[in-house]
């Protein structure tokens, strides 16, 4: 079975420093990839999503990841992290079986501080 | 364009009651699902939706029913509620593979 693996419950960054969240996923065959985030009390908002072609994918709010297949990751980055980036992110992969089916990883929750 | 409806926003049931989690989307989306939220545990499937009539498990189904009688809705029937279940519930669509789900608002269910 497809799943996905976020390294860090919790990320705290100063402002205006670089945000990295990792994310490393298990498959057999090429998948899908995406990022969520989740405001408090709110749904989940697509960040960007790696489905083919350029492995670098850029996303909202300056956010981008890079899909390396080599090492199965799909790391997000942020060059220089903002009050308002903070909030619970997901990482996704779409399962093997059906790629109408994601899943998600168990979150990192992303702090900035003053 | 509403996106996906979910109602009602918060529901405390007792244990033993039965429920439907109501799903709503207006963008013609032929793939649904349901997700529950808990703390640290992220978001697991617990029934997905290919089109209307068409149905399958995801990593948690047991307790729960779904049916998809047309492309718009998708309710999520428990069928004897127990405090286990105390979840917040998320549904979402998607046109098709690979372009990511829109989310629902979410359900925020307390079984006492």
Redesign the interface.
């Known amino acids: 079975a497809q799943s996905v693996t976020q390294l860090g419950s919790h990320v705290s960054v100063s402002e205006g420093a670089l945000v990295l969240l990792r994310c490393n996923y298990s498959s057999s065959v090429p998948p899908y990839l995406f990022w969520y985030v989740q405001y408090p009390n709110q749904g989940l908002q697509l960040l960007l999503k790696y489905t083919t072609g350029a492995t670098l994918v850029k996303g909202i709010n300056g956010f981008e990841a890079e899909f390396k297949k080599s090492e199965t990751s799909f790391h997000l980055t942020k060059p220089s992290a903002h009050m308002s980036d903070a909030a619970e992110y997901f990482c996704a992969v779409t399962a093997y079986s059906s790629a109408s089916k994601i899943i998600f990883g168990s979150g990192t929750r992303l702090s900035i501080r003053p | 364009n509403a996106g996906?409806t979910q109602t009602p926003k918060f529901q405390v049931l007792k244990t033993g009651q039965s429920m439907t989690l109501q799903c709503a989307q207006d963008m013609n989306h032929e793939?649904m699902?349901w997700?529950r939220q808990d703390p640290?545990?992220?978001?697991?499937?617990i029934h997905?939706s290919?089109g209307a009539g068409i149905t399958?498990q995801?990593?948690v189904p047991n307790g729960y029913n779904v049916s998809r009688s047309t492309t718009e809705d998708f309710p999520l029937r428990l069928l004897s509620a127990a405090p286990s279940q105390t979840s917040v519930y998320?549904c979402?669509s998607?046109l098709k593979?690979?372009?990511?789900?829109?989310?629902?608002?979410?359900t925020r269910l307390t079984v006492v």
């Open positions: 996906v793939y699902s997700y640290g545990m992220g978001l697991r499937l997905y290919v399958d995801g990593e998320f979402a998607s593979q690979g372009v990511g789900y829109t989310f629902g608002s979410g």
